[in-house]
């Protein structure tokens, strides 16, 4: 079986959206990344740091989803991640109101031995340092590093985030942080410096109106699908990362073609993230209900158009 190896925050959030505010809950990008991902066939790992005040339950919830925690570290006396976001009544978009380091703050990652040979990398988000002493832990190269990121590595670690973006494959991004990155309104124009930047995929995520994939001149489009209750957005974008590179992992295809259909799986299963608070959602997910919205999505693309 393939092997993905995944970095990024396992964290502590507060969440506040119109329809409610949570208690401090499971958060966090690496948490995300995993839960989408187990839904393949694969063997994934999270490479990250926690607390000793972080739940055994937690801990629990994703290894009994089969991800594998040994380089989960958990310091004694030390606080986890934690994030309190508050989201607009659009829901698209949101302000962060704390943002706690922690035990990150001087977090060394160590790839187990067993996934420096990893083939895919999935490089979520936390610092850019730390994502980037894990690509250099790394055997060899793997088949593909994707890596997300989000404004606040922008304003505060910028040089060494343009420094990991030079060594990975594709980048996930979302629109606001493409335009900030680059400078650039058009996300035309932002993808095609983003390329000048290193990565050959650029994917640029647009919340509630779906993800554009562009490698060089070529652009390909998947809309989010029309949900009747959208409930909590956090963690979707990590949901679709998870979700991208989680098929990707399983089939071992990195063409074009199959990173469309990797932007789809990831699209579907982002869809099922905002539904609930938090990773609720995506805890009890069933292959059935993941089939039946791939299916829809297949409806809500599909066109017949003879040209002449
Ligand atoms: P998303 O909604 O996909 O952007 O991801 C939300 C998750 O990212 C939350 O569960 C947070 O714990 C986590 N998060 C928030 N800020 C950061 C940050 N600066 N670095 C890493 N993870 C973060």
Redesign the pocket.
């Known amino acids: 079986m393939s092997k993905l190896l995944i970095v990024?925050?396992v964290?502590f959030?507060v969440i506040e959206t119109p329809f409610g505010k949570t208690d401090v809950i499971l958060?966090?990008?690496a948490?995300?990344i995993a839960l989408a991902a187990s839904q393949f066939k694969l063997d994934a790992a999270i490479v990250s740091v926690v607390g000793d005040d972080f739940p055994q339950e937690y801990l629990d919830l994703l290894r009994n989803k089969g991800v594998d925690l040994s380089a989960l570290e958990i310091i004694e006396g030390g606080k986890t991640?934690f994030?309190k976001g508050k989201y607009h009544n659009d829901l698209n978009s949101r302000d962060?109101l704390a943002?706690e380091l922690n035990v990150l703050a001087d977090f060394d990652p160590k790839v187990p031995e067993d996934y420096k040979n990893a083939d895919v990398v999935m490089l979520g988000?936390?610092h850019p340092s730390v994502q980037m002493s894990v690509i250099e832990q790394m055997h060899k190269k793997p088949k593909l590093i994707v890596l997300d990121t989000?404004n606040?590595?922008m304003d505060n670690a910028l040089d060494e985030l343009l420094n990991v973006i030079k060594h990975i494959d594709v980048i996930t991004i979302n629109d606001e942080e493409a335009r900030q990155l680059t400078g650039e309104y058009s996300l035309v124009k932002a993808a095609a410096k983003i390329h000048t930047m290193g990565p050959k995929y650029v994917v640029i995520k647009k919340g509630e109106h779906g993800a554009l994939l562009f490698k060089d001149d070529n652009v390909f489009f998947a809309p989010a699908l029309p949900l009747e209750d959208v409930f909590d957005?956090?963690?979707?974008?990590?949901t679709f990362a998870g979700g991208f590179v989680g098929y990707l992992a399983q089939t071992g295809n990195i063409s074009f073609n199959n990173l469309k259909n990797a932007i789809i799986h990831g699209s579907n299963l982002a869809s099922f993230c905002v539904e609930r608070f938090g990773t609720e959602r995506m805890e009890n997910l069933e292959k059935k209900e993941i089939d039946k919205r791939l299916y829809q999505f297949t409806q809500l693309t599909h066109f017949n158009i003879e040209l002449e």
């Open positions: 990024g925050t964290a959030d958060g966090g990008a948490t995300y991640f994030w962060t943002t988000n936390l989000m606040f590595w957005p956090t963690g979707a974008g990590d």
